[in-house]
């Protein structure tokens, strides 16, 4: 007779396995990120699991403290304890959210004090990988987040499966394709314990609204697989801004050029008639490739760059600013971008 709980766990750790960097990931130091919930211990005692035979893996505990909640200290002490047991180095920081919130909102300004705190983790470690534990179902909650925020192709791709955190540093996702229920399947066959976060149920921060309001009734009601549908969406959408960053990289290589002065040179004429979205991603790749302020500079901006070439440059002032100090002028048929 087959054991239920051997294939959901085996389901599960090969799962984590396959989504692992194939080549490198057990050779340096690694940080997990755990809260205490059970998708963080989850990951953690799962990559003790699948770490080749014979490895000890240098991993690190890292927990932020928040202090949003009275049992943020109770939780710190869970962490402590189960990293102590399974003999491994703790890292943790009480991280002053309500301080420090500059208006961006009190989800915001914890994530960037968190992903700032794991990097300051990696560094002092000298770990290459940061982990964390977010699943498909986090995934569906922010590609619905997102597309109710307003966004664009790529918003809707949801989180990546890996990034730079920091210089050298990636922050990879592994449970990305793994829905929730998995994690805390293979959670309980551990018998290992785990904290539960009662804001997780406070509808008035916007994620849990969309987890509990808008999610949970559709999948109990006329969507049972709207988390699946979620995340198919965000795959596909991924699919097509990847495709369409790499035409709009290759137009960018080919029709601009840096200058002595620290400008670039673009040559409007080979791209009047394109399509306005491409051309819009050429001014994204553009800025991307010399590094200019983006913080500030929205859709709108890429567009009304996009319609001035689409018309040839003709019909528009000869020179604007754009935020970040970027100043855009046409000269002789070519539009010139740069710093002042």
Do not use: K
Request: aromatic share 4%.
């Amino acid at each position: 007779m087959v054991n239920p709980g051997a294939s959901i766990a085996d389901a599960f750790l090969a799962s984590l396995a396959a989504a692992l960097p194939a080549h490198g990931f057990w050779e340096s130091p690694v940080v997990v990120g755990v809260s205490g919930g059970g998708d963080s211990v989850a990951l953690l005692l799962a990559l003790l699991e699948v770490a080749p035979q014979g490895c000890s893996p240098l991993l690190t505990v890292a927990h932020a403290e928040h202090d949003l909640r009275a049992a943020a200290t109770t939780d710190a002490l869970f962490v402590a304890a189960l990293a102590g047991r399974l003999r491994l180095r703790f890292a943790t920081r009480r991280l002053p959210v309500r301080e420090n919130n500059a208006g961006d909102g009190v989800e915001a300004q914890a994530r960037q004090l968190r992903y700032e705190f794991l990097a300051d983790v990696a560094r002092e470690t000298g770990a290459r990988h940061v982990v964390v534990a977010h699943t498909a179902d986090d995934q569906a909650e922010t590609i619905l987040h997102r597309s109710l925020r307003g966004t664009g192709l790529a918003g809707l791709a949801g989180m990546m499966p890996a990034r730079e955190l920091c210089d050298g540093v990636s922050l990879l996702r592994p449970l990305l394709g793994v829905a929730r229920e998995q994690v805390r399947g293979y959670l309980r066959g551990t018998g290992e314990s785990w904290c539960e976060d009662e804001t997780n149920d406070d509808t008035r921060y916007a994620r849990n609204f969309l987890r509990h309001e808008i999610i949970a009734r559709a999948e109990a009601g006329p969507y049972p697989a709207a988390t699946e549908s979620l995340v198919r969406l965000g795959e596909q959408a991924s699919r097509a801004a990847r495709a369409l960053a790499s035409a709009a990289e290759h137009l960018l290589s080919r029709h601009a050029r840096c200058q002595p002065d620290g400008t670039v040179t673009l040559e409007a004429t080979p791209l009047v008639g394109l399509d306005r979205h491409l051309l819009a991603e050429v001014f994204v790749a553009l800025w991307r490739r010399e590094g200019w302020p983006r913080r500030d500079m929205t859709a709108r901006h890429y567009e009304r760059l996009a319609d001035l070439v689409a018309h040839g440059l003709s019909g528009r002032p000869p020179a604007a600013d754009y935020p970040g100090g970027i100043h855009v002028r046409v000269i002789d048929g070519r539009l010139v971008l740069g710093p002042p």
